[in-house]
């Protein structure tokens, strides 16, 4: 694994440290990941209907679950070091066109079968890529490869009802039920894959670095709600027009609406959570950072996407001169605004549960304020509607700062002096370097 056995000059693949931190490679291929993210809003956006957001949630699912198994293989083997970059980088290619190809994935069967072949043949490169690599990794260990080739059967037949899902409608002459055996085979596949994760269970699993499985969940969950920023920012039309007061008003209140929402999981539910399992062993830890990562995360990427969706058609309402800025928000925009914001929360909540075993009653405050507020924002101007948003996300945030004081303060000690103890620790063994040198240190 990595005693030194190569692929040529570029070295052998290597462990994942117990101590490791996210490398700047995964961080490379987490960018192009969430270019998924943008095409799937972008997609929706063109027009929303019921159909549109199952089918971008569909996409979103199978999606998601090609970054867990991502995770699955980043926790064992550094994706930066030895030969694996070149491995990654093929896998990103097709990670690239499965996204390009997105937008065709749900278009009319009779027309064309070429954008949903390239999403089933990119989907089956990108997991060829990540089964090749694991299985290489622990061809040594007979437990760890059985593990592996139980989940081959959940590979192949999801590829095969991708592909299924891009060729057979196309022989369907009535539209209707050709869309229909399509959605189905979709959500088939969304169903076989998460429920193979959890009836694969956990026996044969292990994640080293608690610190890296934190971290790399947590900065894809940063690079989301950047890039609802980026998808309000170019859908609304902002940079096609000048300024207009309103609308710089009410990109100010997107950005402290999507800062409430970081605020709400990183102020002290992700610290907590990240301290939760590290102190959680073996097979408990496996399940704690399947179902509180895997599992949970999802609904907060979905809410995310939501959100974005409803803030970018109001935005680009109030950026409208010739759209008055008493007038209500028509049409989705203001419910998907509140139901996003709504998943979101709930996904935090769930994780919550999940990893500190405890619920915030202001969390669940904030849900039932959400849910009321769905039927009067359709009522409302743009500007009052994102106000009102804003102001129940800040609210949360404000009532949770007063509420929890003393247990933030107590978390802070404690992440503090984990810090100055691991630095520490750090610095004592680099001061070997300066009594011996580097070339010591490596013999």
Do not use: K
Request: proline share 5%; charged share 15%; hydrophobic share 55%.
């Amino acid at each position: 694994m990595g005693d030194g056995r190569g692929r040529g000059r570029l070295g052998p693949a290597v462990a994942v440290a117990p101590g490791a931190r996210v490398d700047r490679f995964e961080v490379f291929f987490d960018l192009v990941f969430v270019f998924s993210f943008f095409i799937i809003t972008r997609a929706t956006a063109v027009e929303i209907t019921g159909h549109a957001l199952l089918h971008g949630m569909l996409v979103l699912a199978v999606l998601w679950w090609t970054w867990v198994v991502h995770s699955v293989v980043a926790t064992r083997i550094r994706l930066g070091e030895g030969f694996t970059p070149v491995l990654m980088v093929v896998g990103m290619a097709a990670l690239f066109c499965f996204a390009l190809a997105l937008p065709q994935a749900f278009g009319d069967p009779r027309q064309s079968t070429t954008g949903p072949v390239v999403v089933a043949v990119s989907y089956v490169v990108i997991r060829a890529v990540h089964m090749v690599l694991y299985i290489h990794f622990v061809r040594d260990t007979p437990h760890e490869r059985r593990q592996v080739f139980r989940f081959l059967p959940e590979i192949v037949f999801s590829t095969l009802l991708l592909l299924g899902a891009a060729l057979i409608p196309a022989n369907i002459d009535d539209a209707g039920r050709a869309g229909l055996v399509r959605d189905g085979l979709w959500i088939t596949v969304v169903v076989l894959q998460y429920a193979t994760g959890i009836i694969g269970g956990t026996w044969g699993w292990g994640v080293a670095s608690a610190e890296h499985w934190t971290e790399r969940y947590d900065l894809i969950l940063i690079i989301a709600l950047g890039e609802s920023v980026i998808s309000v920012g170019v859908g609304s039309n902002l940079l096609g027009q000048p300024p207009s007061w309103p609308a710089v008003v009410a990109a100010v209140l997107g950005i402290f609406f999507t800062a409430a929402l970081w605020w709400a999981h990183y102020d002290v539910i992700g610290p907590a959570a990240r301290i939760a399992l590290h102190a959680t062993l073996g097979r408990a830890r496996v399940a704690m950072a399947r179902d509180a990562y895997a599992y949970c995360y999802l609904p907060m990427i979905a809410g995310i996407i939501l959100f974005a969706l409803g803030a970018e058609g109001i935005v680009h309402a109030v950026a409208d001169p010739s759209v008055p800025i008493t007038e209500p928000a028509h049409g989705p925009h203001a419910p998907l605004l509140f139901i996003g914001t709504i998943c979101y929360l709930v996904g935090n909540m769930l994780f919550q549960l999940r990893t500190l075993h405890t619920l915030s009653w202001s969390r669940a405050g904030a849900v039932l304020l959400l849910a009321a507020a769905i039927p009067v924002s359709e009522h409302l101007p743009g500007l009052a509607t994102l106000s009102l948003l804003t102001a129940i996300c800040v609210g949360l945030v404000a009532v949770e700062v007063i509420t929890m004081g003393d247990a933030r303060q107590a978390l802070r000690d404690t992440v503090f002096q984990e810090r100055v103890t691991h630095e520490a620790h750090e610095a004592e063994f680099r001061a070997r370097w300066h009594e011996d040198g580097p070339e010591e240190q490596r013999q």
